[in-house]
């Protein structure tokens, strides 16, 4: 095919449940391609010898090289080519904000001035993923010799899981410990269903198993044991710290305590994890919010009222205090909120929350913004119109402004360094910490971030451990 | 899993449980708790104060009381059968005088209703760390007391009853006799855990007095990691997370008609899980 015919193939749109009916299921939004859709639009990409895709993905994924073999059919060597440098394909297929890496930079994109027509490099991703999965075809992985050196990875999040994975193909005895009684981190607890089926997690869960991973959950590092006495006392070689950007932001205005405000982290972990949404079936209480007002402007902002939907709210608001431009939000899930019904907000923001006597949310106060001059992130700040409060008649407030790094593990394991903001500070090429032999990664060092960029952190980990565990043996 | 391996009924509604848990009873100081879940899948996750541990057993022991759907079905499980989740310990451990730089003194403990049973390894720490402890021990009535051979074990003759209708010990609440110790002056702390509300008369009782006062909070709670804020008080105006800021705080600055606000949140949904469970064990 010559590049003017590739470029003459349409963009092949993803499936999807319709807004209307999805608004009210649990099911995932977004259906995925046929075989023939992703030949198709893996057959769009032009074979760039410069390959600028690549400089936008994290993990610098090989992508006009597994494009190609997709482009042909042949979606095991695409998986094979992806799983070279990701290990969690299926789920990063879904929740990359790829607009903003490989697809920002695709020529394709470029060429028809659209970003949304660039190859959808994700959407093949996720195929060559789910085939494999669903299929019961993945490769086998292979581990190797053992070393009799042991390995503990904390938190089962995107960073651990890769951490573990890596240590265990290394052929070290790896022991994964989470807090929660699922594995999975923000995948399980935060990221919903609709988005990102909690199948796909267990899957790759059950892989880790395969590998000879021993995860042991309920089972909080720093109370439960510390992690002076896991190298001491348990005898484990190294330590992998990867327990995310836990700790919910709140905005600090008046009323914020009242009944029926909750952080994103306590709506989203009652409906995904502990799936209040099962009425009658579930023990964890179901809050049943008819006007519900979401503030923020992430994925963690849309996966919150797009959940208060499916939860039965009449009535979604989304108070977001910039523009649709500076959102956050990977584009597709803002773009299905809008779809779906929840009503945006823009450039306006809380200011109290108002209660009845009982302490029960009855309404919201919010400011109108407009932009002023660029911040420091370059970024035009916002700047309230004074006197112009208006407020909003909502019963249930969703505060989703962010999540801070959780100090627990810092708090109890003397001589880590933090930095100002607590996340920990490691090496950049090891990811070891200031500790020798305890390495950290994922949003406990970058901030609350991205799962690709967890990934990654988790495998520069798992390189610098097996070097640290076996410098003493070559 | 974390196999029970005694039972014991307490009173009409209030059980103990001892249930294996080999690192955390290693772990555990005085005022920590754990989050049990008895099933996995569709359970919910309560917290539940570690009242005493055998580390030689490896075991924890639990008193708790039949309030609503978790703790019905767990006071239905017996010896043998196992818990699906049990994990500690969480919270801050309680800063015992005598033992946290303080010089040790005179501690009066304050515990209503289950709240006794909590109390007990703090009661027990004090007095090891060289404290004169007194326990004021109260309840609506002589059948909902627990725990008080254990508790005089530790306080001897500075063990004081009171219920709400006389039916031992003496008639009226625990503010009472709280309020003629500090009038006699010798009280140097006090220690309150049992129902919201008391805890909020204990703090007004003592402020006139200038005695320090710590409360252990007893709030809705999920991960009890400091992951969700359900937990969350105002204490001295700041926003604290009570599973790992506390559960104790200085009673004097928390805001306590917000904390008992809060903790009504869900209690429609409460009761009707309630009535269900009722429901399932009386059709058995
Ligand atoms: C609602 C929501 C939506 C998001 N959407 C997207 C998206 O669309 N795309 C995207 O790329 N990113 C998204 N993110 C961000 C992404 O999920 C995170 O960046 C990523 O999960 C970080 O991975 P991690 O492995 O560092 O930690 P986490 O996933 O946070 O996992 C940490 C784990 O460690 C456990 N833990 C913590 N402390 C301890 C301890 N002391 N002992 C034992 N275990 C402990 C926790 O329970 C948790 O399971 C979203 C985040 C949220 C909250
Ligand atoms: C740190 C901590 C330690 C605790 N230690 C103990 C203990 O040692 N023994 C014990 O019996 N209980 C203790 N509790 C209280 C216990 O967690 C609750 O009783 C339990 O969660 C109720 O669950 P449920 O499903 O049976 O009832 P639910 O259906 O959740 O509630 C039933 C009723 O109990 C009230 N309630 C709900 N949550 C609490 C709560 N956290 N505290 C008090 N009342 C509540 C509700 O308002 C409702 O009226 C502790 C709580 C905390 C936070
Ligand atoms: S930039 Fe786009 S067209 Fe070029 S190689 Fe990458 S995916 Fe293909
Ligand atoms: S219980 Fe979730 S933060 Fe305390």
């Not at chain 1, 995932?28 to 057959?43: D, I, N, P, Q, R």
């Not at chain 2, 899993?1 to 449980?17: G, P, R």
């Not at chain 2, 500690?88 to 010089?103: D, H, K, Q, V």
């Not at chain 2, 599973?243 to 903790?263: I, N, S, T, Y």
């Amino acid at each position: 095919m010559t590049p003017k015919e590739r470029m003459a193939i349409a963009p092949q749109a993803m499936p999807e449940q319709d807004a209307q009916v999805r608004a009210h299921n649990m099911n995932e939004v977004a259906l995925g391609y046929t075989a023939e859709m992703a030949k198709t639009e893996a057959s769009r990409c032009l074979q760039c010898p410069t390959k600028p895709c690549m400089q936008g993905c994290p993990v610098a994924i090989d992508i006009p090289g597994f494009l190609a073999a997709a482009a042909e059919g042949d979606f095991a060597t695409a998986l094979k080519i992806i799983r070279k440098t990701s290990l969690l394909p299926a789920v990063c297929g879904r929740v990359c904000p790829q607009e903003k890496q490989c697809q920002k930079f695709c020529t394709m994109g470029k060429v028809l001035k659209d970003v949304d027509k660039a190859v959808a490099i994700g959407r093949v991703e996720r195929f060559c993923a789910d085939l494999a999965r669903e299929s019961g075809t993945e490769e086998p992985v292979t581990c190797a010799p053992k070393t009799g050196r042991k390995v503990a990875v904390i938190g089962s999040g995107p960073a651990s899981i890769t951490c573990a994975a890596d240590c265990a193909k290394a052929g070290h005895d790896v022991t994964m410990f989470e807090a929660f009684h699922k594995c999975g981190g923000v995948l399980v607890y935060g990221i919903p269903e609709f988005r990102l089926p909690k199948s796909i997690v267990r899957h790759e869960v059950e892989g880790l198993k395969k590998l000879g991973v021993t995860i042991e959950t309920n089972y909080c590092v720093g109370r439960t044991r510390k992690v002076a006495d896991l190298i001491r006392k348990d005898g484990f070689d190294a330590v992998f710290v990867g327990t995310g950007a836990g700790l919910p932001k709140f905005m600090d205005i008046p009323g914020e305590n009242l009944n029926g405000v909750f952080s994103a982290n306590e709506y989203l972990t009652r409906a995904n994890l502990m799936k209040a949404y099962l009425e009658g079936e579930a023990d964890t209480p179901f809050w049943h919010g008819k006007k519900v007002a979401v503030l923020g402007g992430g994925n963690v902002a849309m996966d919150a009222s797009r959940m208060a939907l499916r939860l039965g709210a009449e009535k979604v608001y989304l108070i977001y205090r910039r523009s649709l431009e500076e959102m956050p939000a990977r584009k597709e899930e803002v773009h299905h909120a809008k779809e779906e019904g929840v009503d945006f907000h823009l450039l306006e923001n809380a200011k109290r929350i108002l209660g009845d006597d009982k302490g029960f949310v009855n309404g919201l106060e919010c400011l109108r913004y407009e932009l002023g001059a660029p911040d420091a992130s370059g970024r035009r700040s916002p700047v309230p119109i004074a006197g112009s409060e208006f407020t909003l008649d909502v019963d249930t407030v969703v505060v989703a402004v962010g999540n801070a790094s959780n100090p627990l593990i810092p708090a109890t394991t003397e001589g880590l360094e933090v930095n100002r903001r607590g996340n920990i500070v490691v090496d950049p090429e090891t990811n070891m910490t200031s500790i020798p032999g305890v390495f950290a990664g994922g949003d406990i060092v970058l901030g609350a971030a991205t799962v690709i960029l967890a990934m990654g952190e988790g495998r520069r980990a798992a390189a610098g451990i097996n070097a640290y565990l076996m410098k003493d043996r070559s | 899993m974390n196999k029970i391996v005694s039972k014991k009924q307490l009173s009409d509604n209030v059980f103990q449980m001892e249930v294996e848990a080999a690192l955390i009873a290693n772990e555990r100081k005085a005022g920590q708790f754990i989050i049990l879940m008895i099933d996995e899948a569709l359970g919910e996750r309560i917290p539940l104060t570690i009242a005493d541990a055998d580390p030689a057993r490896g075991t924890i022991t639990l008193i708790f009381q039949t309030v609503g759907a978790t703790t019905l079905k767990l006071s239905k499980l017996n010896v043998g059968d196992a818990l699906a989740a049990v994990l500690g310990p969480l919270g801050r451990p309680t800063s015992i005088r005598g033992a946290n730089g303080e010089p040790a003194g005179h501690v009066v403990c304050v515990g209503g209703g289950i709240g006794v049973a909590p109390m007990h390894p703090i009661a027990q720490a004090l007095k090891a760390a060289g404290n004169k402890v007194t326990i004021i021990m109260g309840a609506r009535n002589k059948s909902l007391f627990v725990m008080e051979d254990e508790m005089r074990a530790i306080a001897g003759d500075d063990l004081i009853l009171i219920t709400d209708d006389g039916s031992s010990g003496r008639k009226g609440l625990v503010t009472e006799p709280l309020k003629e110790l500090c009038e006699a002056g010798a009280v140097d702390e006090v220690i309150a855990i049992g129902p919201p509300i008391m805890m909020k008369f204990v703090a007004l009782t003592t402020k006139p007095y200038g005695v320090k006062t710590v409360a252990s909070l007893n709030t809705i709670m999920i991960d009890g990691t400091g992951m969700c804020g359900g937990c969350r008080v105002s204490v001295g105006g700041a926003t604290k997370f009570v599973c790992v800021d506390g559960p104790e705080f200085d009673a004097h600055q928390v805001d306590w008609d917000q904390m008992l606000k809060r903790m009504g949140a869900f209690r429609p949904q409460e009761a009707a899980a309630k009535d269900h469970v009722c429901n399932l064990y009386k059709g058995i």
